[in-house]
Protein backbone atom coordinates (compact mmCIF):
# COMPACT_ATOMS: atom_id res chain seq x y z
CA UNK A 1 0.00 0.00 0.00
CA UNK A 2 3.06 2.21 1.07
CA UNK A 3 4.86 1.94 -1.99
CA UNK A 4 1.35 2.43 -4.38
CA UNK A 5 1.39 5.59 -2.61
CA UNK A 6 4.42 6.56 -3.35
CA UNK A 7 4.29 5.78 -6.78
CA UNK A 8 0.97 7.43 -6.93
CA UNK A 9 2.65 10.51 -5.44
CA UNK A 10 5.85 10.52 -7.96
CA UNK A 11 2.98 10.30 -11.39
CA UNK A 12 1.07 13.58 -9.58
CA UNK A 13 4.65 15.22 -9.55
CA UNK A 14 5.56 14.11 -12.77
CA UNK A 15 2.49 15.50 -14.44
CA UNK A 16 3.16 18.81 -12.43
CA UNK A 17 6.69 19.36 -13.50
CA UNK A 18 5.87 18.45 -17.04
CA UNK A 19 2.67 21.53 -17.24
CA UNK A 20 4.91 23.82 -15.06
CA UNK A 21 8.12 23.53 -17.87
CA UNK A 22 5.60 23.89 -20.87
CA UNK A 23 2.85 26.22 -19.89
CA UNK A 24 4.79 28.40 -17.48
CA UNK A 25 8.39 28.20 -18.83
CA UNK A 26 7.97 27.31 -22.07
CA UNK A 27 4.44 28.50 -22.31
CA UNK A 28 3.17 26.73 -24.61
CA UNK A 29 -0.10 25.74 -23.26
CA UNK A 30 -3.12 27.23 -25.29
CA UNK A 31 -5.94 28.82 -24.11
CA UNK A 32 -9.47 28.36 -24.76
CA UNK A 33 -8.88 30.28 -28.42
CA UNK A 34 -6.15 27.56 -29.26
CA UNK A 35 -3.21 30.54 -28.72
CA UNK A 36 -0.08 30.33 -27.46
CA UNK A 37 1.27 32.37 -24.58
CA UNK A 38 4.30 32.87 -25.92
CA UNK A 39 3.79 36.68 -26.96
CA UNK A 40 7.07 38.96 -25.38
CA UNK A 41 7.76 42.23 -25.12
CA UNK A 42 11.88 42.26 -25.29
CA UNK A 43 14.64 45.03 -25.51
CA UNK A 44 17.14 45.58 -27.20
CA UNK A 45 19.41 42.66 -25.07
CA UNK A 46 16.72 40.50 -25.68
CA UNK A 47 15.77 40.57 -22.74
CA UNK A 48 12.19 40.33 -21.27
CA UNK A 49 10.38 42.84 -20.41
CA UNK A 50 6.43 41.61 -20.60
CA UNK A 51 5.83 37.61 -21.40
CA UNK A 52 3.11 35.18 -20.57
CA UNK A 53 0.35 36.97 -22.81
CA UNK A 54 -1.50 35.37 -25.82
CA UNK A 55 -0.56 35.44 -29.13
CA UNK A 56 -2.66 37.92 -31.59
CA UNK A 57 -4.33 35.70 -34.80
CA UNK A 58 -4.87 36.79 -38.45
CA UNK A 59 -7.08 35.02 -40.50
CA UNK A 60 -5.79 33.89 -44.02
CA UNK A 61 -4.88 37.52 -46.15
CA UNK A 62 -6.39 39.30 -43.32
CA UNK A 63 -4.69 41.86 -42.15
CA UNK A 64 -7.06 42.83 -38.66
CA UNK A 65 -6.54 41.14 -35.65
CA UNK A 66 -9.20 38.96 -33.89
CA UNK A 67 -7.98 40.16 -30.58
CA UNK A 68 -8.91 38.42 -26.97
CA UNK A 69 -8.99 40.45 -23.53
CA UNK A 70 -5.41 38.72 -23.31
CA UNK A 71 -4.30 41.18 -26.55
CA UNK A 72 -5.61 43.81 -25.28
CA UNK A 73 -4.32 43.62 -21.74
CA UNK A 74 -1.14 43.03 -23.79
CA UNK A 75 -1.68 46.16 -25.58
CA UNK A 76 -2.45 48.26 -22.63
CA UNK A 77 0.76 46.81 -20.64
CA UNK A 78 3.11 48.11 -23.70
CA UNK A 79 1.60 51.18 -23.73
CA UNK A 80 2.18 51.85 -19.75
CA UNK A 81 5.75 50.94 -20.47
CA UNK A 82 6.73 53.20 -22.93
CA UNK A 83 4.75 55.66 -21.17
CA UNK A 84 7.20 55.71 -18.00
CA UNK A 85 10.06 55.10 -20.30
CA UNK A 86 9.96 58.30 -22.95
CA UNK A 87 13.37 56.82 -24.13
CA UNK A 88 12.28 53.84 -25.97
CA UNK A 89 10.67 53.36 -28.67
CA UNK A 90 9.29 50.16 -30.35
CA UNK A 91 9.78 48.31 -33.57
CA UNK A 92 6.71 45.88 -34.48
CA UNK A 93 7.35 43.33 -36.73
CA UNK A 94 4.34 41.79 -38.60
CA UNK A 95 4.96 38.25 -40.52
CA UNK A 96 2.84 36.87 -43.61
CA UNK A 97 2.59 33.02 -44.32
CA UNK A 98 3.92 31.50 -47.25
CA UNK A 99 0.69 31.87 -49.31
CA UNK A 100 0.38 35.01 -48.70
CA UNK A 101 3.78 36.12 -50.24
CA UNK A 102 2.99 38.56 -53.21
CA UNK A 103 -0.28 40.05 -51.16
CA UNK A 104 -0.81 43.47 -51.02
CA UNK A 105 -2.93 45.47 -49.05
CA UNK A 106 -3.30 49.46 -49.20
CA UNK A 107 -0.81 51.25 -49.99
CA UNK A 108 1.47 48.52 -48.26
CA UNK A 109 3.43 46.02 -50.56
CA UNK A 110 3.08 43.26 -47.85
CA UNK A 111 0.36 41.79 -45.31
CA UNK A 112 3.24 41.57 -42.74
CA UNK A 113 3.64 45.61 -42.55
CA UNK A 114 0.29 45.89 -43.38
CA UNK A 115 -0.71 43.94 -40.06
CA UNK A 116 2.06 45.86 -37.55
CA UNK A 117 0.70 48.95 -38.78
CA UNK A 118 -2.98 47.73 -37.55
CA UNK A 119 -1.54 46.96 -34.15
CA UNK A 120 0.41 50.10 -34.18
CA UNK A 121 -2.90 51.96 -34.90
CA UNK A 122 -4.17 50.54 -31.41
CA UNK A 123 -1.46 51.58 -29.27
CA UNK A 124 -1.80 54.58 -31.29
CA UNK A 125 -5.48 54.86 -29.07
CA UNK A 126 -3.62 54.07 -26.02
CA UNK A 127 -1.68 57.34 -26.09
CA UNK A 128 1.45 56.34 -27.91
CA UNK A 129 2.73 58.93 -30.72
CA UNK A 130 2.98 57.40 -34.41
CA UNK A 131 6.86 58.46 -34.80
CA UNK A 132 7.86 56.20 -31.51
CA UNK A 133 6.96 52.88 -33.30
CA UNK A 134 8.49 51.67 -36.60
CA UNK A 135 7.56 48.60 -38.01
CA UNK A 136 9.08 45.76 -39.78
CA UNK A 137 8.04 42.60 -41.53
CA UNK A 138 9.27 39.10 -41.86
CA UNK A 139 8.06 35.93 -44.36
CA UNK A 140 7.07 33.03 -41.54
CA UNK A 141 7.96 29.55 -42.53
CA UNK A 142 4.73 27.82 -41.85
CA UNK A 143 0.73 28.38 -42.50
CA UNK A 144 -0.33 27.94 -39.65
CA UNK A 145 1.44 31.51 -38.53
CA UNK A 146 1.13 30.98 -34.47
CA UNK A 147 3.28 33.57 -33.83
CA UNK A 148 2.17 36.66 -36.22
CA UNK A 149 3.31 39.71 -34.55
CA UNK A 150 7.17 40.51 -32.67
CA UNK A 151 7.54 43.40 -30.37
CA UNK A 152 10.93 44.58 -29.28
CA UNK A 153 11.93 47.69 -27.67
CA UNK A 154 15.15 50.26 -28.95
CA UNK A 155 16.74 53.59 -27.89
CA UNK A 156 18.43 54.12 -30.92
CA UNK A 157 18.25 52.81 -34.26
CA UNK A 158 21.59 50.70 -34.13
CA UNK A 159 23.36 48.97 -36.83
CA UNK A 160 20.22 49.56 -39.36
CA UNK A 161 17.84 52.02 -39.96
CA UNK A 162 14.37 52.00 -38.73
CA UNK A 163 11.56 51.80 -40.79
CA UNK A 164 8.65 54.48 -40.36
CA UNK A 165 6.22 52.71 -43.05
CA UNK A 166 3.81 56.62 -42.83
CA UNK A 167 2.15 58.67 -44.64
CA UNK A 168 4.86 61.59 -44.68
CA UNK A 169 7.70 59.23 -44.38
CA UNK A 170 6.84 55.72 -46.60
CA UNK A 171 9.15 53.17 -48.33
CA UNK A 172 8.88 50.82 -51.05
CA UNK A 173 11.07 47.99 -52.51
CA UNK A 174 12.40 47.02 -55.47
CA UNK A 175 9.79 45.40 -56.54
CA UNK A 176 9.03 48.18 -58.45
CA UNK A 177 11.91 48.37 -60.07
CA UNK A 178 13.44 45.48 -62.53
CA UNK A 179 16.64 43.72 -60.72
CA UNK A 180 19.58 45.81 -60.97
CA UNK A 181 17.62 48.59 -63.15
CA UNK A 182 16.44 51.79 -62.38
CA UNK A 183 13.82 51.32 -64.60
CA UNK A 184 10.13 52.11 -62.81
CA UNK A 185 7.20 49.53 -62.82
CA UNK A 186 5.21 51.22 -59.85
CA UNK A 187 2.89 48.46 -58.51
CA UNK A 188 -0.65 49.34 -57.38
CA UNK A 189 0.11 50.42 -53.57
CA UNK A 190 2.68 52.77 -55.13
CA UNK A 191 0.41 53.95 -57.62
CA UNK A 192 -2.30 54.54 -54.55
CA UNK A 193 0.33 56.24 -51.92
CA UNK A 194 1.76 58.44 -54.76
CA UNK A 195 -2.18 59.90 -55.90
CA UNK A 196 -2.46 60.38 -52.04
CA UNK A 197 0.88 62.06 -52.35
CA UNK A 198 0.35 64.63 -55.13
CA UNK A 199 -3.13 65.87 -53.70
CA UNK A 200 -1.84 65.94 -50.78
CA UNK A 201 1.30 68.19 -51.81
CA UNK A 202 -1.72 69.94 -54.35
CA UNK A 203 -3.02 71.45 -51.17
CA UNK A 204 -0.16 72.20 -49.32
CA UNK A 205 2.04 74.01 -51.84
CA UNK A 206 4.76 74.97 -48.70
CA UNK A 207 5.54 71.60 -48.44
CA UNK A 208 8.23 69.45 -49.78
CA UNK A 209 9.07 66.23 -51.05
CA UNK A 210 12.19 64.02 -50.77
CA UNK A 211 13.29 61.11 -52.73
CA UNK A 212 16.29 58.62 -51.32
CA UNK A 213 17.23 56.13 -53.38
CA UNK A 214 19.09 52.64 -51.67
CA UNK A 215 20.68 49.27 -52.62
CA UNK A 216 21.86 46.06 -51.29
CA UNK A 217 25.84 45.41 -50.11
CA UNK A 218 26.66 43.82 -53.55
CA UNK A 219 29.08 46.07 -55.81
CA UNK A 220 30.79 49.00 -55.23
CA UNK A 221 29.87 52.48 -53.74
CA UNK A 222 30.87 53.46 -57.48
CA UNK A 223 28.05 51.08 -59.23
CA UNK A 224 25.41 51.09 -56.15
CA UNK A 225 25.40 55.59 -55.59
CA UNK A 226 24.38 56.06 -58.63
CA UNK A 227 21.61 53.30 -58.90
CA UNK A 228 20.11 55.09 -56.09
CA UNK A 229 20.56 58.34 -57.17
CA UNK A 230 18.16 56.57 -60.85
CA UNK A 231 15.83 54.91 -59.34
CA UNK A 232 15.29 58.04 -57.08
CA UNK A 233 15.06 60.29 -60.32
CA UNK A 234 12.86 57.95 -61.85
CA UNK A 235 10.48 58.34 -58.72
CA UNK A 236 10.32 61.70 -59.20
CA UNK A 237 9.83 61.81 -63.04
CA UNK A 238 6.85 59.57 -61.95
CA UNK A 239 5.35 62.28 -59.25
CA UNK A 240 6.18 65.28 -62.32
CA UNK A 241 5.31 63.55 -64.96
CA UNK A 242 2.13 61.10 -64.40
CA UNK A 243 0.94 63.19 -61.30
CA UNK A 244 1.44 66.79 -62.36
CA UNK A 245 3.08 67.60 -58.82
CA UNK A 246 4.70 71.28 -58.52
CA UNK A 247 6.09 71.24 -55.28
CA UNK A 248 9.53 70.77 -54.79
CA UNK A 249 10.99 67.52 -55.28
CA UNK A 250 14.92 66.45 -54.09
CA UNK A 251 16.46 63.48 -54.85
CA UNK A 252 19.17 61.80 -52.63
CA UNK A 253 21.13 58.28 -52.81
CA UNK A 254 22.70 56.58 -49.48
CA UNK A 255 23.54 53.70 -51.87
CA UNK A 256 24.45 50.67 -49.52
CA UNK A 257 25.57 52.50 -46.32
CA UNK A 258 21.75 52.50 -44.59
CA UNK A 259 20.81 49.05 -44.26
CA UNK A 260 17.45 48.13 -42.80
CA UNK A 261 18.58 44.28 -42.85
CA UNK A 262 21.53 42.21 -42.69
CA UNK A 263 22.88 41.78 -45.69
CA UNK A 264 24.55 37.76 -44.73
CA UNK A 265 23.66 35.69 -42.21
CA UNK A 266 26.54 35.42 -38.66
CA UNK A 267 28.04 32.39 -40.28
CA UNK A 268 28.46 34.91 -43.82
CA UNK A 269 25.98 33.20 -46.07
CA UNK A 270 23.90 35.61 -48.14
CA UNK A 271 20.93 36.60 -47.03
CA UNK A 272 18.01 37.06 -49.84
CA UNK A 273 15.41 38.85 -47.92
CA UNK A 274 17.53 41.18 -46.18
CA UNK A 275 19.39 42.20 -49.62
CA UNK A 276 15.69 42.83 -50.61
CA UNK A 277 14.42 45.25 -47.52
CA UNK A 278 17.56 46.87 -48.45
CA UNK A 279 16.69 47.60 -52.34
CA UNK A 280 14.21 50.38 -51.35
CA UNK A 281 13.30 53.87 -52.27
CA UNK A 282 12.00 55.99 -49.10
CA UNK A 283 9.79 59.38 -49.97
CA UNK A 284 9.78 61.91 -47.06
CA UNK A 285 7.37 64.66 -46.78
CA UNK A 286 8.61 67.69 -44.92
Request: charged residues 25%; hydrophobic residues 35%.
Amino acid sequence: MRVLLIFLLFVLYAVFARWYFVCEVKGLCKNEQGRPTTLKLLDEEDRIILQGYEEFFFEPSKITPELTNDNNAFLQAVAEYLKNTPEQNLTITGAYRPSEQGIASGRFENLGVARADQVRSLLMRNGIEEKRITLDYAAANEENLTAPLQFRLFVTPGAYDKLAFTFTNMTYSDANFEYKSADFRPGAEFIAYADSVATYLSLNPEKRLTIIGHTDSIGSDAYNDPLGLERAENARKYFLEKLGVKNSITIKTEGKRRPVAPNSTRNGKDNPEGRQKNRRVNFIIE
